[in-house]
């Protein structure tokens, strides 16, 4: 017997959370397992932000608990979780 599980609100949309750790390990450029500003920016332009400058920094400033400038991998689940947050809404 098949049982339909209740989704979520803004669920079921084409962004989940492995594609978004995709594009993230992406977007890390030089490979240093830390994502910079410019970086994030681009991880935004690809989800479709109108100003991703704008958003990478909120994306930064929502994530980087040790406030290096960086996304460092030990703040990768917060950023996950903040750009799902955003991206659902
Ligand atoms: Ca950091």
Redesign the pocket.
């Known amino acids: 017997m098949q049982v339909k599980m209740p989704v979520a609100a803004g669920q079921g949309l084409t962004m989940d959370e492995k594609r978004v750790r995709e594009i993230l390990e992406i977007a890390d450029e030089n490979k240093g397992k830390?994502l910079s500003l410019s970086e994030l920016e681009k991880v935004v332009s690809k989800m479709g932000s109108w100003w991703p400058l704008f958003r990478a920094w909120r994306c930064l400033r929502n994530a980087?608990?040790?406030?290096?400038?960086?996304?460092?991998p030990s703040?990768l689940d917060d950023l996950v979780r903040y750009i799902l947050n955003w991206y659902y809404r």
């Open positions: 830390k980087d608990a040790n406030h290096d400038g960086y996304i460092n703040e």
